[in-house]
């Protein structure tokens, strides 16, 4: 496994790099794995660990410290248990080590890891430790994407020690983002599965960071970024409120009807000039199809009719649309149905936290007809005039 890497002097980055790893939350894909970072500062009096490690990397960690003979602080920027989980291994092996986190951290641990409390110290906004010749500081940055999440700041070497903000799933032996296509994506699936809902506090949190002079982010999962700015402005984008000229079709198909309303739609829209993103949700890696609801102005979902009502699948991915709240402006419905459906009005039910404007909707019986694809091109010179509406197809 990994050895621990020297960043600067005294600056060390440890932790497991998770290549095997498919699946996160149980929920997650992970295509490329992930790993958990964990750093060691020695300053000149004191020492302090960032963060540790999921525990099923335990031992690799402990490892990594076990010539460390003291250490003063465990720093937990987020109480989740695949940077905490170790904490209470920490601490048994440094008795005289405190457990820093904000005040509703506190809480956080001690309910999720059954940390002793007096081992814990809390620190307010922009309170600060001092090494000896190293000084961190912790800036709270809540909701990306826990409530009491912070970041670490060291200020001396201007390192901004970031946890899940600014992180990618990725295993990797570089330990910087060299290869910015791959972190970006890996990012941004990162972003659009966990940080997306909290974007407007995001934005505010990017904002508090950005006051601090920063030459490295180093986040928990993931390469180290040595160009900041290009995850910082990479999260502005992300963030803003307004979308890209593109539409995000999500569909299932039984027996063929929804798939040719769904490639009618595709080749349409692509003619006048909009991108389109078309998953299969019964092969699709939710991840994929989260990445492009992050830009997305307009949002389809495309359904069978089973049991008067949408496909499970579409159930879901209506589910996880709604949880992750993307800033598309509109949405809409089309699919095919045997004999009867509700479809449209139990879709539209799984969705109230989408600020859309519901365009409208195409259901056909059976195999579409002239008059479905009629209504579909409709479908498509509304979205392309809403485009033009906001801004975004010139
Ligand atoms: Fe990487 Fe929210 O834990």
Redesign the pocket.
Known sequence: FMKIRKIKDNIYLAGAADWDRRLFDSLIPLPDGTSYNSYLIKGREKTALVDTVDPATVDILLEQIKNIDNLDYVISN?S?Q??SGVIPQVLDKYKNAKCVVTPKGKDLIVEHLHVNPDRIKTVEDFETISLGNKTLEFIHTPWV??PETMVTYLKEDKILFSC?FFGSHIATTDMYATDEMRVYEAAKRYYAE?MMPFRTIIKKNIEKVETREIDLIAP??GPIYNKPNFIIDAYKDWISDTPKNSVVIAYISMHGSTRKMVEYLVNSLAEKGITVYQFDLAVTDIGKLAINLVDAATIILGTPTIHFGPHPNIIYAAYIANAVKPKAKFASIIGSYGWGTKAVEQIAGLIPNLKVEVLTPVLCKGLPLNQDYQSLEKLVETIFQKHKEIGVLQ
């Open positions: 987020h989740e695949d940077h994407h826990w899940d966990i928990s999962h």
